[in-house]
């Protein structure tokens, strides 16, 4: 079992940084991929990916819209993994949640088996 805890959204004007941090419970965080996702506001707004960190932390993977602002990072010791979020934009405004998943990495919400409870994030144009 692996209990996920999001912190560190919160209102920014574009243009702005945010850091969002995840901590994990559980001693074998570091043998999960770690995704981040996020949901943003409105009917039909299916949960996407943001990005993924293998394991070992020697994978990465962004999709194009957040690719060169964002930056993925974890730290096994720590049970952490982060998101720094850089030239946010108003379309970036969503409820961010990490997740954690048993195989590789995945960009594919149902692979994942563990999720926090999301954080606000909300860029003002």
């Known amino acids: 079992q692996v209990q996920l805890v999001e912190s560190g959204g919160g209102l920014v004007q574009a243009g702005g940084s945010l850091r969002l941090s995840c901590a994990a419970s559980?001693?074998?965080?570091?043998?999960?991929?770690m995704g981040w996702f996020r949901q943003r506001p409105g009917p039909g707004k299916e949960r996407e990916v943001v990005g993924y960190i293998s394991w070992s932390g020697d994978f990465i993977y962004y999709v194009d819209s957040v690719k060169g602002r964002f930056t993925i990072s974890r730290d096994n010791a720590k049970n952490t993994v982060n998101l720094q979020m850089n030239s946010l934009k108003p379309e970036d405004t969503a409820v961010y949640y990490c997740a954690a998943s048993r195989i590789y990495g995945s960009r594919r919400p149902y692979e994942y088996d563990y999720w926090g409870q999301g954080t606000q994030v909300t860029v003002s144009s």
């Open positions: 559980g001693r074998t965080f570091s043998t999960y991929a």
